[in-house]
């Protein structure tokens, strides 16, 4: 019957085909992958394996990152090196000049330089002028009551007993801590960017990757950056001033100025972050409370009531970072992304 059959040429192509089609099965079954990966236009299932894809997707996020922040460490790191060499040779003059010039320097940042980039008003400069306002005022209070607390360590410094060495060397802190920051802060800048596109765009899942880049850069930045700190301690002290005791004092400080730079990168991205979601209010409260409320009392208390002396004023500003980098953490943990794009 099956020979009759086979002689009907219709169902002799149709048993050809069929066997055909077996044996394609078989050699697609050797030769294909176990893991199937799709292609890079193509949606990943959330329950799929997808590591290579995800990592590609983390290092083209670095990368953006990276050339965001790049440029803007770079021109702030070349404008304040001009300041930093001309503190450390008017510090081989003596103490007292060592901290008046860096004393001035720190109030030319603040002020004098932005001056320099005022070319008049016009009336496009007045345009959304108070949607502006309502986002730059709480910005700039962010930035400014950290900065100015800092400046008021330098100051508290010369209340301590032999004010010349205390103002010296605090001085020193200050400029190499300040040095240091503008790493982190060219990454808050690049995250903040990030954020605030990819909210604006809808991506929630973007804008969380995005943050959760940037902390764990800020995180081998201030231990990369501490290291160093730490390995240079005993030598940092001879670029400002040739005094034993000013060299011997900075040493003791820089494990300190190690400490505070980590926390302090960890709270820049963390700002950075809660500027790009539109937080500035809730982080102006946050620096307020950290630095105001918790950190100069408790500088003022080991400083002058314990007699930790200047290690004591600047452990003040390291529960200040502590206490500001926890706020901000809070914050970013708390957040529904999915509530932010909206």
């Avoid at 799929?48 to 996020?61: A, F, L, Q, T």
């Avoid at 932005?114 to 930035?143: C, D, Q, Y």
């Avoid at 009531?305 to 708390?334: D, E, H, M, P, Y």
Wanted: glycine share 8%.
């Amino acid at each position: 019957m099956e020979n009759q059959n086979l002689n009907n040429p219709i169902i002799f192509f149709r048993v050809i085909q069929k066997k055909m089609e077996r044996e394609d099965d078989q050699k697609s079954s050797l030769t294909s992958a176990l893991i199937q990966i799709p292609p890079e236009n193509e949606a990943v299932p959330s329950n799929g394996i997808n590591g290579v894809s995800r990592k590609k997707i983390i290092w083209e996020e670095v990368k953006k990152q990276v050339w965001l922040a790049g440029p803007l460490i770079g021109v702030s790191l070349f404008q304040y090196s001009i300041q930093m060499i001309s503190v450390m040779l008017v510090g081989h003059l003596g103490e007292l000049p060592l901290s008046a010039a860096s004393m001035a320097t720190s109030f030319a940042t603040v002020t004098g330089f932005s001056l320099l980039t005022w070319t008049g008003f016009s009336k496009e400069a007045f345009h959304n002028i108070f949607t502006f306002l309502r986002l730059a005022v709480p910005s700039a209070i962010m930035v400014c009551l950290e900065m100015w607390s800092f400046e008021m360590m330098v100051l508290l410094s010369g209340l301590l007993p032999n004010p010349k060495l205390q103002t010296s060397v605090l001085s020193i802190c200050h400029n190499t801590s300040y040095t240091v920051w503008m790493i982190p802060f060219g990454l808050s800048g690049a995250v903040s960017t990030r954020v605030s596109n990819e909210l604006g765009a809808g991506n929630a899942e973007a804008a969380r990757l995005a943050v959760n880049v940037v902390i764990v850069e800020a995180i081998c930045v201030g231990l990369s950056v501490g290291s160093i700190l730490i390995l240079i301690r005993n030598i940092w002290g001879h670029a400002y001033s040739n005094e034993v005791e000013v060299d011997k004092y900075v040493a003791v400080m820089m494990p300190l100025i190690a400490t505070s730079n980590f926390l302090d990168s960890l709270q820049c991205v963390l700002s950075g972050n809660a500027r790009g979601c539109g937080w500035q209010k809730i982080g102006a409260y946050i620096n307020l409370g950290s630095y105001y409320i918790v950190g100069i009392p408790c500088a003022v208390l080991l400083a002058f009531v314990l007699n930790v002396g200047g290690k004591g004023l600047w452990l003040g500003l390291i529960c200040a970072l502590a206490a500001q980098a926890t706020g901000l953490s809070i914050a970013t943990i708390r957040t529904n992304w999915e509530i932010e794009v909206r």
